[in-house]
C-alpha cells in the first residue's frame, strides 16, 4: 500500500520556522516529481513548491519564494520542506504528492498520491 505520511507541523509565531518532511511508503519515488500544496479553511488547495525527481529543479509559488525551500533525499525516500519567515497567511493544511511525470506540476490534477496533510498554524 502507498503512503505518503506528513510531519512536522504545528503553531508557531509569525517570523518563525517549521521544517515538514513527508515519508514514502509502499514504493520509491525516485523517478517522480514531488510537490507540497496548502490548503486554507475556506480555499481551494493551492500550489506551494514542487520538485523534479533529481531535484536538481525546484519551482516555488511566488507567495513563498525566498521563505520557502522544497528539496528531497531519493536514498531516504523523503520530501522536506523548510518554511522560514512564516507569516500568518501560511496558516494551512499542507499535503504532501507524487507526480505522474518526472517534471513537477503547479497544478494537483498532475499528482496521483497525496498524504493526509499536517497542520501548519502562525500566530502573530
Known amino acids: 500500500q502507498v503512503q505518503l505520511v506528513e510531519s512536522g507541523g504545528g503553531l508557531v509565531q509569525a517570523g518563525g520556522s517549521l521544517r515538514l518532511s513527508c515519508a514514502a511508503s509502499?514504493?520509491?519515488?525516485?523517478?517522480?516529481?514531488m510537490g507540497w500544496f496548502r490548503q486554507a479553511p475556506g480555499k481551494d488547495r493551492e500550489f506551494v513548491a514542487t520538485i523534479s525527481w533529481t531535484g536538481r529543479s525546484t519551482n516555488h509559488a511566488a507567495s513563498v519564494k525566498g521563505r520557502f525551500t522544497i528539496s528531497r533525499d531519493n536514498a531516504k525516500n523523503m520530501l522536506y520542506l523548510q518554511m522560514n519567515s512564516l507569516k500568518v497567511e501560511d496558516t494551512a493544511v499542507y499535503y504532501c504528492?507524487?507526480?505522474?511525470?518526472?517534471?513537477?506540476?503547479?497544478?494537483?490534477?498532475?499528482?496521483?498520491?497525496w498524504g493526509q496533510g499536517t497542520q501548519v498554524t502562525v500566530s502573530s
Open positions: 509502499g514504493r520509491t519515488f525516485e523517478n517522480n516529481a
Open positions: 504528492a507524487a507526480a505522474r511525470t518526472s517534471w513537477g506540476h503547479e497544478s494537483p490534477s498532475q499528482y496521483d498520491y
